[in-house]
Nanobody, 125 residues
Framework: QVQLVESGGGLVQAGGSLRLSCASS????????IGWFRQAPGKEREFVAA????????YYADSVKGRFTLSRENAKKTVYLQMNSLKSEDTAVYYC??????????????????WGQGTWVTVPS
């Protein structure tokens, strides 16, 4: 069982920045692709970004491209989601998820086996 813990969420004004972290104690963490998803109140969960096991490839939803940056430090078993130029529409619970091997080609959430508990990001309008 891979445990994931998100942190770094909070309240930030529009145009501001936050950095979310996804930490694990899993010994084989470096073998997992990590995805970030978010779910706003009353909406379905949506893909935000994903990073390959070695950090060599990153993928972003169009809505966050150019504003969000994903990175990872396997030695620290942590993935970071740097979020800049935040907008009110970024308000949601953000989840990280892990799957062994490659990032799924369709970025779908159903491919991920392990999920964190989520962290709130609130950007008032």
């Amino acid at each position: 069982q891979v445990q994931l813990v998100e942190s770094g969420g909070g309240l930030v004004q529009a145009g501001g920045s936050l950095r979310l972290s996804c930490a694990s104690s899993e010994r084989t963490f470096s073998r997992y692709a990590i995805g970030w998803f978010r779910q706003a109140p009353g909406k379905e969960r949506e893909f935000v970004a994903a990073i390959s096991w070695n950090g060599g490839n990153t993928y972003y939803a169009d809505s966050v491209k150019g504003r969000f940056t994903l990175s990872r430090e396997n030695a620290k078993k942590t993935v970071y989601l740097q979020m800049n130029s935040l907008k009110s529409e970024d308000t949601a619970v953000y989840y990280c998820a892990a799957k062994r091997g490659a990032v799924p080609v369709d970025f779908g959430s159903t491919h991920y086996d392990y999920w964190g508990q989520g962290t709130w990001v609130t950007v008032p309008s």
